[in-house]
């Protein structure tokens, strides 16, 4: 847990407090999906609405959001090829479990060559190969520098042209999320190896061989969306014996079906709520009332979480009937009040950490350490991403605010603040630090709202809600948010203390 999400989060609120808040937020949120849906219901005929609202529920009469062009592929045209191909893993890994466990990574690999060939095409395999060679090659110098240089130039051919272009004309035939397949096939092939190559370079006494870099990287539910999983784990995963615990079956059965229920939430949500399209109007967007705004923007956000946390979990069933233990989804956007715990991909969060920010950082406590770690691991983000004005802007935000959370933790640790701090009482401190976390979960939403959605609609929300809403729709919605804090903050308290008597208890035992 970082230093800062731990603050404040020991001390307990009277409850009618925590009731009041609860109340509140449950107010504030119902009231601006009123004005959302409202405006969603004013807007579906709009001529600017065309492209992106279509028939959806005609029995109802209601239209549906479309604007999000991979959830619509992932969900229509793909669905059922995504359906064969993952069903067609689980078979025949049962299978190859069943009678032969000890060959179940060669099976992996051998059918997501199959699968990746079939559906990119021999040549795309071929290129992909050779990006393995190149970093298994590599990895035999021993030398980390080497490894990281060329698994961050081979990222760099996936994502600026001319290697972009030349790369993808060995892609055999034409469809919809061909390039959407192609980059993420790519990118997550490179990481994968460089990951390979950095774990081969700190362990030089364990002998990777080409064969573990080829069982790794072609495990098919990974493939091409993530999430990525660092070579050490995997590979100490694939190796054990397909002993599944007690009451794991359950729990995966319990992820396959709040999957299938956040799929129906999702489709059911975007009949009513229009909350991708609105934003592209921006002549409509800004008729909004200050609190639907508010709203819109938070939604987009909690939208990109759920379509992360559905992917992600997806794969992850699939994983885990593998014997495997995949990155979690990542953490919901709502119980998010600190930088550092921000994330939208847990894998790729976790690569980030062990190859770069923790590497450089080291405890994270000094601030020219970490102000050298965070550039570093932001420029590689933005490499990932895909270099462009938006992801610059994204970037230099985003490693502001991280870095702003540990001078603000070095201020109050030493100097006026901590003397403030020590006469209050814990409650009240409590209180004060949950109203900073306020500022900073807007801040994090402006700053990703940037690249979630775009420049313009950020600048209109920015203004309504700061400048022409100061000071009654500013304080207002800080003081839902504050709510908002406070109940994750109670909740993170009730999940310490159970852990804790978890200890207590196993000490005891």
Not at 64 to 91: K, P, Q, Y
Request: net charge neutral.
């Amino acid at each position: 847990m970082s230093p800062l999400l731990a603050m404040g989060i020991k001390t307990a609120l009277p409850p009618a407090e925590l009731g009041l808040y609860f109340l509140v937020l449950s107010g504030a949120l119902a009231y601006a999906g009123q004005g959302l849906l409202e405006a969603s219901q004013d807007g579906a005929h709009r001529k600017a609405f065309r492209e992106s609202v279509r028939p959806g529920w005609e029995y109802l009469g209601r239209k549906m959001d479309v604007a999000d062009f991979e959830w619509v592929m992932w969900f229509t045209s793909f669905r059922n090829i995504i359906v064969f191909a993952l069903s067609g893993h689980v078979l025949f890994a049962k299978l190859c479990t069943m009678v032969a466990p000890q060959l179940r990574s060669w099976m992996y690999a051998v059918y997501g060559v199959l699968a990746v060939a079939g559906t990119m095409g021999p040549w795309y395999l071929l290129l992909l190969l050779g990006h393995c060679m190149v970093l298994y090659v590599a990895s035999l110098s021993g030398q980390r520098w080497l490894c990281l240089a060329l698994g961050l130039a081979s990222l760099a051919s996936f994502k600026v042209d001319p290697g972009v272009s030349w790369q993808s004309g060995f892609v055999t035939g034409t469809f919809d999320l061909q390039d959407v397949l192609f980059l993420g096939g790519g990118s997550f092939t490179v990481l994968r190896c460089t990951s390979f190559a950095l774990e081969s370079c700190a362990h030089p006494d364990r002998r990777y061989s080409f064969a573990d870099l080829l069982k790794y990287n072609f495990y098919l539910p990974f493939f091409f969306f993530g999430p990525i999983m660092t070579f050490d784990r995997f590979h100490a995963q694939v190796s054990q014996d397909p002993v599944r615990p007690e009451g794991e079956l359950w729990h995966i059965q319990a992820q396959a079906g709040l999957s299938a229920a956040a799929i129906v939430a999702v489709d059911i949500f975007f009949h009513f709520f229009y909350i991708l399209t609105i934003p592209s109007d921006l002549k409509f967007a800004s008729r909004l009332p200050d609190s639907a705004l508010a709203g819109l923007a938070y939604s987009n956000l909690v939208y990109d979480w759920v379509k992360a946390a559905v992917l992600f979990g997806v794969v992850n069933t699939v994983a885990r009937l593998d014997h495997l233990d995949p990155p979690q989804p990542p953490k919901c956007i709502t119980a998010l009040y600190v930088f550092g715990e921000t994330h939208f991909d847990r894998g790729i969060n976790d690569w980030l950490c062990k190859y770069v920010y923790d590497h450089i950082g080291g405890d994270h406590c000094s601030v020219i350490p970490e102000l050298a770690a965070s550039v570093a691991t932001f420029v590689v983000t933005t490499l990932w991403l895909g270099p462009c004005d938006i992801v610059y802007l994204w970037s230099v935000l985003n490693c502001f605010g991280l870095n702003f959370e540990l001078w603000v933790q070095k201020l109050a640790e030493h100097g006026p603040l901590a003397q403030v701090e020590a006469r209050l009482s814990e409650q009240m401190s409590r209180r004060v630090r949950a109203l900073c976390g306020a500022v900073n979960f807007w801040a994090i939403i402006m700053y990703n709202l940037v690249s979630l959605n775009s420049l313009e609609f950020t600048e209109l929300v920015a203004r309504r809600l700061i400048l022409t809403g100061f000071p009654q729709t500013t304080l207002a919605v800080l003081f839902v948010t504050y709510c908002g804090v406070q109940l994750v903050k109670e909740r993170e308290r009730s999940l310490a203390l159970e852990g804790e008597q978890r200890q207590d208890k196993g000490k005891l035992e």
